[in-house]
């Protein structure tokens, strides 16, 4: 019940307000049944723009970070997150894919939406980065439609780091759902799940414009991360005065 408070009373005609998101190919989200909403993650703000637009409730897997953080706003966090129904995910050791995907079946199995992000994590720079196969295990395992789904501008809006969002023109953008039934029963075919999620990224591309990467999000992160660490153990700043 308090999903539905925060979307039509709390939080999202705030987030109307500011965003003023326009909405484009809503009529490619099903009015009923499962389906995956498969989109780029450019921004904090993205976990509640789209179920402040969306008419159905979608659940999302969120990183279980969200819901751990500390001091006051990591109180704030893991409230708002669990109060929209998004569900903790735990992103380390071996089991952190299986049960992402055991949390997101479950989801399906009730017939509900379900957000995913293929790329794992927010991209850091507004590039568009390769997906994750976890998306293609539940679609071809629960037998549901993937609809590709692009936000463009919240990156500008909110990027990284940023706490309180800037002003500026949000779009969000869904494509024709992605059928691949085709595959059915071949969830354990790594080739098939690769092929499956490189064209839901390559639909995302299409309808963001963004540009590729042909690297996990995560790992171009890391680089960047030790690059810059590197430049300044070489190159340390020297003291004022």
Known sequence: ???????YVLLGPLLRLV????????????ANGAAIIAGNHLSFSDHFLMPAILKRRITFLA???????PG???????F??????????DRTGKEAGQAAIREGLGVLAKDELLGIYPEGTRSHDGRLYKGKVGVAVMALRAGVPVIPCA?????????PGKVIPNIHPVVIRFGEPLDFSRYAGMEN???????????????????????????????????EAEAKAEKERRFPRMPLG
Do not use: C, W
């Not at 965003?19 to 099903?30: D, K, Q, S, T």
């Not at 708002?80 to 995910?89: D, L």
């Not at 936000?151 to 990027?159: D, V």
């Open 189 to 223: 075919e790594k080739a098939i799940l690769r092929a499956i999620t490189d064209e839901i990224i390559y639909a995302i591309l299409n309808l963001s414009g963004q540009e590729y990467v042909d690297e996990y999000a995560a790992v171009a992160k890391a680089q």
């Open 80 to 89: 708002f997150f669990r109060s929209a129904g998004q569900i903790p995910v």
């Open 151 to 159: 936000m463009i501008g919240t990156f500008e809006a909110q990027p």
């Open 63 to 69: 990183k279980k970070e969200y819901f751990t953080g």
């Open 19 to 30: 965003f003023r998101p326009r909405i484009e190919g809503l009529e490619h989200v099903p």
């Open 72 to 78: 006051v706003k990591g109180r704030l966090t893991a």
């Open 1 to 7: 019940m308090f999903y539905y408070l925060l979307k």
